[in-house]
Nanobody
């Protein structure tokens, strides 16, 4: 099983990033997928989730209206579109398949001027 995140980086406040998570080694299309994040000195928190079919979705209050989760089951990939990024969004972002505790290694997102 592999989950490989990409798309992180340094962005100015107000900017956008699109994270991708490529999955392999399991039947991706049957799994709900999550994005979590962990900022320095803080606990990992759930940012967004999506069912195996793509609906419904869940967003933490802190990102609602700014982030959009989606998936392409044909490509075994889940995405997180992040708009209007703020410094408090700085964290390592992880994708995961919580049903079997599959997790990626994370991608760093830094929002700073």
């Amino acid at each position: 099983v592999q989950l490989v995140e990409s798309g992180g980086g340094l962005v100015q406040p107000g900017g956008s990033l699109r994270l991708s998570c490529a999955a392999s080694g399991f039947t991706f299309g049957t799994y709900a997928m999550n994005w979590h994040r962990q900022a320095p000195g803080k606990q990992r928190e759930l940012v967004s989730a999506i069912t195996s079919t793509g609906r419904p979705t869940y967003y933490a209050d802190s990102v609602k209206g700014r982030f959009t989760i989606s998936r392409d089951n044909a490509k075994n990939t889940v995405y997180l579109q992040m708009n209007s990024l703020q410094p408090e969004d700085t964290a390592v972002y992880y994708c995961g398949a919580p049903r079997d505790s599959y997790w990626g290694q994370g991608t760093q997102v830094t929002v700073s001027s």
